[in-house]
């Protein structure tokens, strides 16, 4: 097994994984013909990995994967550094989850939250005095099985000096301190993206950040008015571009609603849960639902001061437009 991490540079992975392919028996005349330019290194280093059986190489934090390289063309046509063929597995780790990203050929595995009990095991194990295995298990039921979130309670916990020593205790501050304790800052994230990822307050900003960059302007604004409902699915029919424009200001189309929620939707902020069920006949109910976590962290860290209330007059006039609509439905007066 050979471990990477992703350092958002191509030559870097290259160099790893040419290395992972010399302790897998890559000859060295091999790698001095792609030193000299006779043949490509990324392709001599996966002609090889297709002779090799039995090998595991974990590339952690794909957080950007059009710069995989070596050049500009697309990750999923299977030619750069990263190639869903060989002898053994390569597994990668990502924000991203689309297929359009990782190609036809590639395994997607989507990572879900905890199971409660599972959840509560980590936490028992993190900070073992804390208190019985019940209370642990509701800790970790708020904290919707999130394991960032997990790791954080179950690290403050485990310090002697802090606070709140117990899983109840730690519940019931975070109705009053959510801000101190899973919202606090972190001096270092804003330059160092690892120290990012470990934090709550911040991780979700890489994506953010990511996605702005990438085009998608509305995005970050459009999920903290998501952050806004109660945590229940919200219909697709209601956001619209102008509620948009109406709570915030901010110029919207339909175009550039549909992008900020695709590419909420591609790095995990959003799921989609549907009513209708295949083959029953009822077609499905467009829904949007942000992680409990996810919306927490989002309504306690908007880059306001605090929702103005325009945004919450918009949503009122916009939730009241779409329930006249509704009951104005032959059949749907109830």
């Known amino acids: 097994m050979v471990w990477i991490r992703w350092r958002d540079g191509p030559e870097q ?27 490509s290194l990324v392709d001599a280093v996966w002609e090889h990995l297709a002779t090799v059986k039995r090998w595991l190489i ?23 550094w990263l190639r869903p063929h060989g002898g053994g597995v390569l597994l990668v780790t990502s924000r991203d989850t689309t297929r359009q990203t990782w190609g036809p050929d590639a395994g997607l595995l989507h990572l879900q939250p905890l199971a409660d009990d599972a959840g509560g095991a980590v936490l028992l194990d993190a900070a073992p005095n804390a208190g019985t295995a019940a209370e642990a298990e509701s800790l970790a039921v708020r904290l ?46 804003a330059t160092d ?45 209601l956001v619209t571009p102008g509620l948009v424009t109406d709570a915030t200001g901010l ?11 695709a590419g909420l939707h591609q790095y995990g902020l959003i799921h989609t849960p549907g009513d209708g069920v295949p083959g029953d006949g009822v077609p499905p109910v467009n829904q949007l639902q942000l992680h409990p976590l996810v919306r927490e962290v989002t309504a306690h860290t908007l880059t306001r001061l605090e929702p103005t209330n325009a945004w919450f007059a918009a949503i009122d006039e916009h939730l009241a437009q779409a329930v006249d609509m509704v009951t104005g439905m032959p059949g749907r007066t109830g």
């Open 58 to 80: 974990i590339v952690d934090n794909v957080d950007t994967p059009t710069r995989i390289g070596p050049g500009s063309g697309p990750l999923a046509a299977g030619r750069g």
């Open 251 to 261: 110029p919207a189309t339909a175009a550039g609603v549909d992008a900020a929620l």
């Open 144 to 189: 919707g099985g999130l394991p960032l979130g997990l790791n954080a309670a179950g690290t403050y916990l485990s310090v002697p000096t802090s606070r709140h020593r117990t899983f109840s205790a730690y519940q019931h501050a975070l109705e009053a301190e959510f801000a101190d304790l899973l919202g606090a800052e972190h001096p270092g994230a």
């Open 13 to 39: 992975l290259g160099q790893d994984l040419a290395q992972a392919a010399l302790i897998l028996g890559l000859p060295e005349s091999r790698l001095e013909e792609a030193r000299t330019g006779r043949v």
């Open 193 to 237: 993206p690892a120290v990012a990822r470990r934090v709550v307050r911040h991780t979700w900003d890489l994506s953010l950040d990511q996605l702005h960059s990438d085009g998608y302007t509305l995005a970050r604004t459009v999920l903290q008015l998501l952050a806004l409902f109660e945590p229940a699915p919200v219909p697709r029919s």
